[in-house]
């Protein structure tokens, strides 16, 4: 079974109002693959304004989810508000949530659940540091961060696995795409063994890293790699690109 290919756009702590609606207006504009799934992800506060303007072919992700469904938790937002919102997906595991503010892996499994238990679909981000890869230890820790998704859910039918190697986030480096397809390849096989074979077959696995209109076409074309999550680059027009990528 083919799996559709899907493009995440992760703005960050990045853009204005004016300069996210120029963004909205050049996906609304740009002819995009229709064959692939785009969501996009940006600040909190703007997602409402991206939900509203946004064409709604186009999904809208937040890039932060709580674990609980509502309560004393100042700052944080739940699974339940942004599905009241429209908004249809949530990130949870980025490396700069796991390292800038400490989110371990129980708590990041524990965001995962609640936002799959309130319907939305989830971009799952997962994947090691330098010296982990140097060490020979990537599929270790990559599947250790699995694994504590899989103690909380078994069912994987809405989340989508993005592999973004740490030392390949906004660096300019990125993974060979034989490093991408040998780590995707193995996640599989996770997959495969830990939730079904029926997850392995149908589980979106993206790839995250310094992903550019350059790089992306060679990735593409990995029979593991089903897509990507792109950083910097989506706050560019060459994000239209990255989104046809698997057009000739």
Known sequence: MARQFFVGGNFKMNGTIKSITEIVHNLNKSPLDPSTEVVI??????????REHLNPQIEVCSQNV?????????????????ADSKIGWALTG???????LGEQD?????KTKA?????????????????????NKTIEVVTAQL????????????????YEPVW??????????????????????WLEKQISKEAAEKTRIIY?????????????RQPDIDGFLVGGASLKPAFIDIINSKQS
């Open 41 to 50: 992800a940006p600040p909190g506060l703007f997602l409402l304004l991206v």
């Open 66 to 82: 709580f674990d609980k469904p509502n309560g004393a938790f100042t700052g944080e937002i739940s699974a339940e508000q942004l």
């Open 94 to 100: 980025h490396s700069e949530r796991r390292v800038v």
């Open 106 to 110: 129980t708590f990041i499994a524990s």
């Open 115 to 135: 936002a799959l238990s309130g319907g939305l679909g989830v971009i799952f981000c997962c994947g090691e540091t330098l010296e982990q890869r140097e060490s």
């Open 147 to 162: 694994d504590a998704v899989a103690k909380e859910t078994q069912d994987w039918s809405k989340i989508v696995v993005a």
């Open 168 to 189: 390949a986030i906004g660096t300019g480096k990125v993974a060979t795409t034989e490093q991408a397809q040998e780590v995707h390849a193995e996640i599989r096989k």
């Open 208 to 220: 995250g890293g310094s992903v550019t209109e350059k790089n992306c076409k060679d990735l593409a």
